[in-house]
Nanobody, 116 residues
Framework: QVHLVESGGGLVQPGGSLKLSCAAS????????MGWFRQAPGKERELVAT????????NYADSVKGRFTATRDYAKNTVYLQMNSLKPEDTAVYYC?????????WGQGTQVTVSS
């Protein structure tokens, strides 16, 4: 069982930045991947970014490329999502997920609201 806890969400003005954190209850070196999804009201959950185990290659949704960056810290068993140049359409609940063998785990989510 892997527990994931997100933090760092909040209210930010358009053009601003936020950094989300996702702390895992195990050594993240064991995980096949970790990722970030988001779900806006009335919309389906969508992939934002993934960071794979081993070499740590990343993949981003087209809507966030060049603005968001996913990184990881093995010492803290934490992955991060640095979000810059935020737009109102980035408003959503952001979820962290992780894969260990064939099992996918999810965090509880953190709200990000981009509004003036």
């Amino acid at each position: 069982q892997v527990h994931l806890v997100e933090s760092g969400g909040g209210l930010v003005q358009p053009g601003g930045s936020l950094k989300l954190s996702c702390a895992a209850s195990i050594n993240i070196f064991r995980l096949t991947f970790m990722g970030w999804f988001r779900q806006a009201p009335g919309k389906e959950r969508e992939l934002v970014a993934t960071i794979r185990g081993g070499g740590g290659s990343t993949n981003y949704a087209d809507s966030v490329k060049g603005r968001f960056t996913a990184t990881r810290d093995y010492a803290k068993n934490t992955v991060y999502l640095q979000m810059n140049s935020l737009k109102p359409e980035d408003t959503a609940v952001y979820y962290c997920n992780a894969g260990e063998e064939a099992v996918i785990y999810w965090g509880q989510g953190t709200q990000v609201t981009v509004s003036s």
